[in-house]
């Protein structure tokens, strides 16, 4: 699949801004770009195996108090809803989809700038080798009902307090820093 050109300088764009405002991500942002310019086999697509984009969401309820978060069947932890790419360069309208799809959720809206990035390394499943993703997350919002429907990605789905799980010494990492960045925000 060729790379569409405007989404990828929308992204590069992004990604530098996100770099500019979150200093301390700042070098992570940089294998990001170089990611985006490097030639050869497309990075948004999973065949990629030496690593790839991927677009997750912090999926909050229209309060803003609480986010959705799944209980990955595959990583088997409390991780936010995302997924692959699959050729799309626009990793926003990404984020977006998989949040409709692993929540079972309508009336979702996504925020356009980078929340959180997190470069992460996928364990080897069957002939799958393990490589890496490099997540780019955006904030959706569940304005409509918060009645999810749990997909056959997910062992669970549950709302959890944003507030908790800034102070939850024992959630994932990059969980716990995208709690504390949200709690700076509102």
Not at 71 to 96: E, F, I, M, Y
Not at 154 to 169: G, K, N, Q, V
Request: charged share 25%; proline share 4%; hydrophobic share 40%.
């Amino acid at each position: 699949m060729p790379r569409q050109v405007e989404p990828m300088r929308h992204l590069e764009h992004a990604l530098r801004v996100f770099a500019g405002q979150y200093p301390q991500q700042a070098a992570l942002a940089g294998e990001y770009l170089a990611l985006l310019q490097a030639g050869g086999e497309n990075p948004f697509c999973r065949s990629r195996l030496t690593g790839h984009f991927t677009a997750s969401c912090w999926l909050v309820s229209a309060d803003g108090r609480r986010v959705l978060l799944t209980h990955h069947r595959k990583l088997q932890r409390w991780l936010q809803l995302g997924g692959h790419a699959d050729g799309d360069c626009d990793l926003a309208a990404t984020a977006l989809r998989e949040a409709c799809e692993e929540s079972g959720l309508s009336g979702l809206v996504v925020e356009a700038p980078i929340f959180d990035i997190d470069k992460h390394q996928i364990p080897a499943q069957g002939e799958v080798p393990a490589h890496w993703h490099y997540d780019v997350r955006y904030v959706v919002r569940a304005e409509a009902s918060e009645d999810f429907v749990i997909s056959e990605e997910s062992l669970a789905l549950a709302w959890r307090d944003i507030a908790a799980l800034a102070e939850d010494d024992g959630c994932d990492g990059s969980l716990r820093r995208m709690a504390q960045r949200w709690l700076q925000r509102v």
